[in-house]
C-alpha cells in the first residue's frame, strides 16, 4: 500500500500552521490553539461537547461540490491531525481592541451580555459561525436561539445574550434591530477575503494542499482518499489492528472510555460517504453530518410528496445535541455509537427506524448489505462501513410522530425516546392496516420495537377504547424497562412509554377525542423567548447610578481577557492531575504509582506519605464556620469516593492525567456510606447542633408546644431540597511558582487570605512570602471560596518539593467528584393557625447536610431566613448539621436564605392547601406588621407586582384552562421576599493611585471579579468622587499585597462595601488635594493633579473598610410572580412567564444589577427543576458528573417571557451609596417557580381525584412531576 507522509496544514486566523511532526492522534484542537498558537480566547471547560466554551468556526472544502463551508464546531472534540486543509477562526480572529471588534463582540458586550465572560467567546463563536454560514441569506430569531441552545452561561440568565445575538435577525422586532450596530462600522477592519476583523498577516490560500493518491499517514493516524483505499486500509489491519474510524469523533465525548485504539483513520475525505440521492427513495451518505441530514430532511420534505413525514424527522434530528455537535457529528457515527452501546438512546436510529429506513455496508472485501437498523445491530461491523440510509417513500395514509423525552429542552441525551408510524385505512380512517410501528430507546437495551403490542393492533380499529386499553396492557407487559441509576425509574420509563403511545393514538383521533383530552396529543410548544427589563436611572447621579456596560466586557467577548489558565505557559513548568479516590467510607490500603512514574513525561507522584510539607489545605475555626481540618492528600481514612489521594506531575496536562488513571489503589475496611441526611439522623455522632453566631440570630419566641395546642388546624410535614454543582465555567485552576522569597501563587479564587494562609502554613513560609494574585474568575458563585486553596495548596506543594512552576487546571468530572456543592437540606415541620388563619405556631428542625466534615454548614442561615416575610405567635427554629460520606459541601450563592425561604414558603402552601384558602390570600394575611414601615414597604412591592403581571386574571385564566385540560396543566404563584442584608465582619483594602502625568487613576480593590462587575461599580464611584472621567480608571487585579488581610469575596456585599472604601479612600484623596484645589480658579483635573505633584502631594490613598465603619443594614425587598404548564403524560415543563420586581435601592448600575437579577434567577431555577446530583449507593461515587448527567438550564428553559423591575423611587438612607444588592436575592425567588409547578400538579391530582396534601421536594425534575401527577394509563381515555 502506499503511504504518504508529510505534514498537516491549516490556518488559524488567516495565518498558515504546518504540524509536520508525529502527533498524537489524540491531540485536540482546542489545546493547539491554546498551547501552541497561543490563542487562549478559546475556552475549555467539559471536554465532552457539553457547554459551548470551545466553539470555533470551522471551515473547509466540501469534497462534493469543491466549495467553502463553515460551521461552528466544538474545539475539544476535534483531532488537531483532522484539520488539514481547514481554516479555522477564533474569536481572537473576527476582531479585537487593536484592529475594531467584530459587531458579535461587540453587541454581546454593549448588550450587558457578558458577565465573568468564560463562556462568551464560545457564544461568540457559535453566532458568528452562524452569521457566516448564513451569509446573504440572513438568519431568524429562532436560527439563532437553536444555534445557541449548546452554550452553556451559568451567569447572565440567557436574556441578554439572547437579545444582543437577536439584533442581527431579519424578523427581530424594530425594537431590537434598533439597538444592532451598523455591521458596516469595522469598516477596513473586516478582511476582504474572510469576512472577518483582519489580522494582516494570511500566509495561504488558507487551505493546505492535498495528498493525491496515496493513504496519507502520521504516526497511528491515517487518512485514506477514496473508498477503494479505505477498504484496501482496513483489510491490510486484517482484523488484529484495533482501529477507530474518524468522522466527527464527536462520540468521544459521549464514550470517553472507549479503547484503546491502535490506529485511527480519517474518513472524512471520501467522498463516497457524502453521497445524497434526493430521488425517491432517498439516500443520504453515512458521512452526512446531522445538521446537513436536517437540512436535507426538510427540504426533500416539502418538495417531494413521496417524502411528506421527512419534515417530522428533521424536527426531532434538531434535538439531537447541539448546533456544533450535529455540525460535526455524521450519521453513520451516531448509529455505530448505537451499535457499540446498545443502551445509548439514539434518536437518529428511532427516527430511521420508525420509517423502516435501511442501511447499506460495505466490507474490507468489498461486500456490500443492506440492512434493517435491527439487522446491523447484530451484525460484526470489524472491518465494515457504513456506506448511507435508505429512506423509503411512505404514503400519506400514514401517520407518523416521534418523541423525544429529556430532563431539560435541550442538549441532553433522551430519558426515552419513541417513534410510532401505522398506515390508516382510507376508508373508515381509524382502522390500521397491517402492523402498526412502535419503537422506544432509553427503556431497556433489548428493546427496540414492541413487537407484541404491534401485533396485537394489526388491523384493528384505534378509536375503540377497549381495543387500545388492551394495547395498554400488552404495551405494559413487553416494555419491561432496566434500572439504572442515573435514568429516572422504570415506572416513569413504563408510564410514559404508554403516554407516549397515548399521544400517538389522541393524534390519529383528532377531534374524535373528548375536547378535554385533545391537548394531550400536543407538545408543549416553547415560543420566542422576550424580555422586558424596567429600571430607574437618575443622570443627576451619574456616573453612579447609571447603566455603564462592564468595563472588561468586550475584552471579554474578544478573548482579551485573561484567566489563570489564560497565562502563558512557564518553559519549565510542569502539570499536576490529582488521582482520586473512587470508594468512601473506607481505609486507604496501597496506592502504587509505579505504573505512572513510568510513563511519558512523569516527574513526580506527591501523596500523603512522601510530601515534605503540611498535608492540610483547610483549617479548623478559621473563621468559616469550619470544625474540621481538611487534607490536602487523604492519609488514611477515605472519607468519600473523588477524596483527592495524589497529584501525578508531568510535562503536560495530557500526561499527568493519562498517568493519573494508572495510578492503582486499593481500599479495606469498607462500610456502607451515608448519602443522605435521612440515613445521617441514624447515626447521632453524625448530627451536631449548628451554634448561631454573628449578626443573623435565630430568634425563638414564644412556646412553641403550647400554641400548637391552642391552633385551630395543625400541619406537620417534610421537605427536601437538593444539592447544587456551582457550575462556574472556569474550573478550578492554580499555577505556583516558586520566587526567591516564597512563592508566587495565581489562584482562581474568591479567598486569597485563605489560599494565602494555606499555602503558608503547608510550605511553613511566612504569610509575607506567598503572594497570591488573581484578575478574574470565570464565575465562583461562592464554590472558589474554600475549594480553590485544596488545588492552590496541592499545587504548592509540587511547586515546592520540584522547585518548578506547577499548574493545576481541573476537567470538569474531576472538579465535581472532588469538590462539594450546595448543601442538601431536610426539614421536619410542625405549624398551626387559628380559625382565622393566622400563624399561631411555627416548629422547624432544619438539617443541612455539610459532606464528610461539619465544615461551612449553612443551617443556622437558612434558620435565620425561615421566617421570611411572615408573623407568628411562636417560633422554634433549631438549625442542625449532618455529616455524610460525599464531598464536603460549601457555601453556594445564597447559602441557606434560599433553603430557609423555601422552607416556610412549602409551610404557607401546606397550611393555606389544608385550609383550601388561596395560597396568596392566606399569605397577605399572615406578613408581619410589627413593623408598619416595612410592612408597607413590602405590600406597596407585592400588590405593583400583582397588577403588573396582572396576576388575578392569569390566575382566573390558569384556573379555567386547567378545567379544560386533563393533560396539560398550569400553576401560577405569587412569592414575596424579604432579605435582611448585614454587612457582619468583612474586612477590604481599596487603593487610590493617581498619576502625575496623565491624571489616571489605578485601583486596586479588595474584591474578586467574577462577573458580578465590582470592578465597573468601584470604577463609577471612583469617577463620580473624583470628578473625572470613568476612562481614566483602571482596575488592578487583586493581590495580597494591596489587600492584606482582605476578605472573602462573597455574600452580596463585597462590591458595595469596596465601592464604599473607594469612595473613603477617594474622600481622604481629595482632602489632601483641597488646598491646591482651593487655589485654582477653575475645575481641570490634570492640572490639579500636576499641581498636587509639584507641591509634594501624596497622589495615593486608601481606605481599610471594616466593621469600624459602622454601616448599618438593610432590608432588600422584592416579590415574583411564575406561571408554568406541565405535559401531564411526560412531566415536561414550560415556564410561560416570570414578573420579578426588586427594591435594589439607588442601583449603583442598573444594567449590572438587571443582569445580577436575571443570572441568580436562572441558577435557582436549575436548583429547583433540573439539577439534581446522584451518586452510586454502594461505592458512593458521584454519578453526575459532566455535562451528560447533570443539568443547568440552557436558553430555552428560561421563562419565555422575562420581565424584571427594579422598584422606583427605592433610595434609602442606609448601605452604601443608597443601594442594595442584587446577587443573591433573586435566586431565592425562583422557589416561585416551584410553587408554580406544585400548583400545576395539584390540579392533575385533583383529577385524579386525590386533593390530600403531598409532599413535593426540590429539585421537581421532569420524572418527579410525573410520579406526583399520579398516571394511571387505565385512564387514558379519549
Ligand atoms: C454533547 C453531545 C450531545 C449529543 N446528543 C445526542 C442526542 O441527543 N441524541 C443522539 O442520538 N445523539 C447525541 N449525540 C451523539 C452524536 O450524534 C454522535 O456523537 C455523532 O453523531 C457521532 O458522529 P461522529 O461523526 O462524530 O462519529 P465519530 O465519533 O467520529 O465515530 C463514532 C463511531 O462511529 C464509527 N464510524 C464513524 N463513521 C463510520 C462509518 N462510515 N462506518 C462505520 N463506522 C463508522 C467510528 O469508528 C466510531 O466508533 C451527542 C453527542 C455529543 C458529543
Ligand atoms: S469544552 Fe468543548 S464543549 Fe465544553
Ligand atoms: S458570563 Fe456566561 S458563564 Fe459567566
Request: with cysteine.
Amino acid at each position: 500500500m502506499n503511504f504518504s507522509s508529510g505534514s498537516i496544514e491549516f490556518t488559524v486566523n488567516g495565518r498558515l500552521h504546518i504540524v509536520d511532526r508525529n502527533l498524537n492522534a489524540d491531540t485536540k484542537l482546542v489545546d493547539f490553539l491554546r498551547q501552541t498558537a497561543l490563542l487562549t480566547g478559546t475556552k475549555w471547560m467539559c471536554r465532552e461537547g457539553g457547554c459551548g466554551s470551545c466553539v470555533v468556526g470551522f471551515s473547509a472544502i466540501n469534497i462534493l461540490t469543491n466549495k467553502k463551508e463553515s460551521r461552528a464546531v466544538h474545539s475539544c472534540l476535534l483531532p488537531l491531525l483532522s484539520c488539514d486543509g481547514s481554516e479555522i477562526t477564533t474569536v481572537e480572529g473576527i476582531g479585537n481592541k487593536k484592529d475594531g471588534y467584530h459587531p458579535v463582540q461587540s453587541q454581546l458586550a454593549d448588550m450587558n451580555g457578558s458577565q465573568c465572560g468564560y463562556c462568551s467567546p464560545g457564544m461568540v463563536m457559535s453566532m458568528y459561525s452562524l452569521l457566516q454560514k448564513n451569509s446573504g441569506e440572513g438568519v431568524t430569531m429562532k436560527e439563532i436561539e437553536s444555534s445557541l441552545s449548546g452554550n452553556i452561561c451559568r451567569c447572565t440568565g440567557y436574556r441578554p445574550i439572547m437579545d444582543a445575538f437577536k439584533t442581527f435577525a431579519k424578523d427581530a422586532p424594530q425594537e431590537l434591530k434598533s439597538r444592532c450596530v451598523d455591521l458596516e462600522d469595522l469598516g477596513d477592519a473586516i478582511c476582504p477575503k474572510t469576512g472577518s476583523a483582519c489580522q494582516g498577516h494570511c500566509e495561504s490560500n488558507g487551505l493546505a494542499k492535498v495528498v493525491d493518491g496515496k493513504i496519507f499517514k502520521m504516526g497511528n493516524w491515517y487518512r485514506p482518499e477514496s473508498l477503494e483505499q479505505l477498504m484496501e486500509l482496513l483489510s491490510s489491519f486484517g482484523g488484529e489492528v484495533k482501529y477507530r474510524l474518524v468522522a466527527g469523533n464527536t462520540g468521544t465525548g459521549v464514550y470517553k472510555d472507549d479503547g484503546p485504539y491502535d490506529v485511527y483513520v480519517d474518513i472524512n475525505k471520501i467522498g463516497d460517504l457524502y453521497q445524497v440521492s434526493k430521488e425517491s427513495p432517498l439516500i443520504i451518505g453515512g458521512g452526512i453530518n446531522l445538521t446537513v441530514m436536517q437540512e436535507t430532511l426538510s427540504s426533500i420534505g416539502s418538495t417531494n410528496p413521496d417524502y411528506w413525514y421527512a419534515v417530522t424527522l428533521a424536527e426531532h434530528i434538531e434535538k439531537i445535541g447541539s448546533v456544533p455537535v450535529r455540525n460535526a457529528g455524521s450519521i453513520a457515527g451516531n448509529l455505530m455509537m448505537k451499535h457499540g452501546h446498545r443502551e445509548f438512546p439514539s434518536d437518529l436510529f428511532i427516527v430511521l427506524e420508525t420509517v423502516g429506513a435501511k442501511i447499506t455496508i460495505i466490507s474490507c472485501k468489498r461486500e456490500i448489505q443492506q440492512l434493517t437498523l435491527e439487522q446491523f445491530l447484530e451484525t460484526d461491523m470489524n472491518g465494515q462501513i457504513i456506506l448511507h440510509v435508505t429512506l423509503p417513500p411512505l404514503s400519506t395514509d400514514h401517520i407518523i410522530k416521534t418523541f423525544k423525552i429529556m430532563p431539560r429542552s435541550c442538549n441532553a441525551h433522551a430519558y426515552i425516546n419513541a417513534g410510532f408510524c401505522a398506515k390508516i385505512s382510507p376508508q373508515e380512517n381509524i382502522r390500521i392496516v397491517g402492523k402498526p410501528t412502535i419503537i422506544f430507546g432509553g427503556i431497556r437495551t433489548s428493546l427496540v420495537h414492541a413487537i407484541e403490542t404491534e401485533n396485537f393492533l394489526a388491523d384493528k380499529f384505534l378509536d375503540d377504547e377497549m381495543t387500545f386499553q388492551n394495547a395498554l396492557k400488552v404495551l405494559d407487559q413487553e416494555l419491561c424497562p432496566e434500572e439504572h441509576l442515573l435514568n429516572p425509574d422504570s415506572d416513569y420509563l413504563k408510564t410514559v412509554a404508554q403516554g407516549l403511545f397515548y399521544k400517538f393514538v389522541l393524534t390519529i383521533i383528532g377531534d374524535k377525542a373528548a375536547p378535554e383530552f385533545r391537548s394531550g396529543a400536543l407538545n408543549l410548544e416553547r415560543k420566542m423567548m422576550s424580555g422586558k427589563q424596567d429600571y430607574d436611572t437618575d443622570s443627576k447621579e451619574w456616573p453612579v447610578n447609571q447603566p455603564t456596560i462592564k468595563v472588561e466586557a468586550r475584552a471579554q467577548c474578544s478573548g482579551e481577557a485573561k484567566y489563570i489558565d489564560d497565562i502563558p505557559i512557564r518553559v519549565d513548568e510542569l502539570y499536576g492531575a490529582f488521582v482520586l479516590s473512587t470508594a468512601a467510607n473506607c481505609l486507604l490500603d496501597k496506592v502504587d504509582a509505579s505504573l505512572a512514574l513510568k510513563s511519558d513525561g512523569v516527574i513526580a507522584f506527591f501523596y500523603a506519605s512522601n510530601i515534605n510539607t503540611g498535608n492540610v489545605f483547610f483549617f479548623a475555626n478559621n473563621g468559616l464556620n469550619c470544625d474540621n481540618n481538611e487534607e490536602v492528600f487523604c492519609s488514611g481514612k477515605v472519607l468519600y469516593a473523588g477524596q483527592s489521594l495524589g497529584l501525578v506531575v508531568a510535562r503536560t496536562q495530557k500526561q499527568a492525567i493519562e498517568a493519573a488513571k494508572l495510578v492503582r489503589v486499593t481500599y479495606k475496611n469498607h462500610q456502607k456510606p451515608v448519602l443522605t441526611i435521612q440515613d445521617a439522623l441514624k447515626d447521632s455522632t453524625r448530627i451536631q447542633k449548628h451554634s448561631v453566631s454573628g449578626s443573623r440570630q435565630v430568634v425563638n419566641v414564644g412556646d412553641v408546644e403550647d400554641g400548637l395546642s391552642q391552633s385551630d388546624t395543625v400541619v406537620e410535614g417534610e421537605f427536601e431540597i437538593g444539592s447544587q454543582y456551582h457550575f462556574y465555567m472556569e474550573t478550578l485552576v492554580a499555577a505556583c511558582v516558586p520566587v526567591e522569597d516564597g512563592m508566587d501563587v495565581f489562584c482562581a479564587t474568591q479567598d486569597q487570605e485563605a489560599v494565602q494562609s494555606a499555602v503558608s502554613n503547608c510550605l511553613n513560609l511566612r504569610n509575607s512570602q506567598v503572594n497570591v494574585q488573581t484578575r478574574r474568575l470565570g464565575g465562583g458563585f461562592g464554590g472558589k471560596i474554600s475549594r480553590s486553596t485544596l488545588v492552590a495548596v496541592a499545587c504548592a506543594i509540587a511547586a515546592s518539593e520540584l522547585s518548578r512552576p506547577v499548574r493545576i487546571a481541573l476537567d470538569l468530572e474531576t472538579n465535581m467528584a472532588l469538590t462539594g456543592g450546595r448543601l442538601p437540606y431536610y426539614c421536619h415541620y410542625k405549624a398551626g393557625v387559628n380559625k382565622d388563619g393566622l400563624l399561631q405556631a411555627v416548629d422547624l428542625k432544619i438539617i443541612s447536610d455539610c459532606g464528610c466534615s461539619f465544615n461551612e454548614g449553612t443551617a443556622y442561615i437558612a434558620a435565620s431566613f425561615a421566617k421570611n416575610c411572615y408573623a407568628s405567635k411562636c417560633w422554634k427554629i433549631t438549625p442542625l448539621l449532618a455529616k455524610t460520606d460525599t464531598a464536603s459541601n460549601t457555601h453556594c450563592r445564597a447559602p441557606g436564605p434560599i433553603q430557609g425561604i423555601a422552607i416556610i414558603e412549602n409551610l404557607m402552601e401546606h397550611l393555606a392547601h389544608v385550609r383550601k384558602e388561596d395560597p396568596l390570600d392566606f399569605r397577605l394575611k399572615n406578613l408581619n406588621r410589627s413593623d408598619e414601615n416595612e410592612f408597607s414597604a413590602l405590600q406597596h412591592i407585592i400588590s405593583e407586582v400583582r397588577r403588573s403581571s396582572n396576576y388575578d386574571e392569569r390566575y382566573r385564566q390558569v384556573n379555567e384552562f386547567n378545567c379544560n385540560n386533563r393533560w396539560k396543566k398550569r400553576g401560577i404563584n405569587l412569592l414575596p421576599m424579604v432579605y435582611p442584608m448585614y454587612y457582619s465582619s468583612y474586612r477590604y483594602n481599596v487603593l487610590v493611585a493617581v498619576n502625575r502625568n496623565d491624571g489616571s487613576v489605578s485601583v486596586s480593590h479588595g474584591g474578586i471579579e467574577c462577573g458580578q462587575g465590582i470592578n465597573t461599580k468601584v470604577s463609577q464611584v471612583v469617577a463620580k468622587e473624583l470628578g473625572i472621567d470613568i476612562s481614566l480608571v483602571s482596575i488592578k487585579p487583586t493581590n495580597t499585597l494591596t489587600n492584606t488581610n482582605g476578605s472573602v469575596t462573597g455574600g452580596s456585599k463585597t462590591s458595595e462595601l469596596n465601592c464604599y472604601a473607594a469612595m473613603r479612600a477617594c474622600q481622604k484623596l481629595k482632602k489632601k488635594m483641597l488646598s491646591i484645589r482651593e487655589k485654582m480658579q477653575y475645575n481641570n483635573w490634570n492640572v490639579l493633579v500636576e499641581k498636587c505633584y509639584n507641591s509634594n502631594v501624596d497622589l495615593t490613598a486608601r481606605h481599610f473598610y471594616s466593621p469600624k465603619d459602622d454601616l448599618t443594614g438593610y432590608v432588600i425587598r422584592g416579590a415574583t410572580v411564575s406561571e408554568v404548564e406541565i405535559d401531564v403524560l411526560t412531566g415536561e415543563k414550560l415556564i410561560r412567564r416570570v414578573d420579578i420586581l426588586e427594591d435594589a435601592g439607588l442601583s449603583i448600575n442598573p444594567l449590572l444589577d438587571i443582569g445580577q437579577v436575571e443570572g441568580g434567577f436562572i441558577m435557582g431555577l436549575g436548583l429547583w427543576t433540573s439539577e439534581k446530583m446522584i451518586y452510586d449507593p454502594t461505592t458512593g461515587k458521584k454519578l453526575s458528573r459532566g455535562t451528560w448527567n447533570y443539568y443547568p438550564p440552557l436558553n430555552n428553559d428560561i421563562p419565555m417571557d422575562f420581565r424584571i423591575t427594579m422598584l422606583k423611587n427605592a433610595a434609602h438612607p442606609f448601605g452604601v451609596l443608597r443601594s442594595k444588592a442584587t446577587g443573591e436575592p433573586p435566586l431565592c425567588m425562583s422557589v416561585s417557580v416551584f410553587f408554580a409547578l406544585r400548583n400545576a400538579v395539584n390540579a392533575a391530582r385533583i383529577d385524579c381525584g386525590d386533593s390530600d396534601w403531598f409532599q413535593m421536594d426540590g429539585p421537581a425534575t421532569i420524572d418527579t412531576l410525573h410520579k406526583l401527577m399520579k398516571i394511571d394509563p387505565s385512564k387514558f381515555l379519549f
